[in-house]
């Protein structure tokens, strides 16, 4: 068999935004570190090793719940999760 190279997959998304202008949420997309403030059963998210904004860096994330899912709730009000 010869030795074939797939070719490098390339994409892009656009979305027209009504709300914030870009220069208003870039500064919070950029942080690589603040998945805890996306995802609030994240405890703490922060950088391990690499430069910020360069390709490579690693972040160290930790979270007390077994799963992603939100609170149950029941017809008296929210509920804690048992997880």
Known sequence: ???ETLPRWEGKA???LK???PDQVWPFLADFCNVHKLLPPIDT???VEGIPGQ???V???TSTRSTMTPP???SNGPTRDSS
């Open 55 to 57: 390709p490579g860096l």
């Open 59 to 61: 972040r160290y994330c």
């Open 45 to 47: 998210c922060h950088r």
């Open 1 to 3: 068999m010869a030795d």
């Open 14 to 16: 656009i979305a027209e």
């Open 72 to 74: 149950r709730r029941s």
């Open 19 to 21: 709300g914030p202008t």
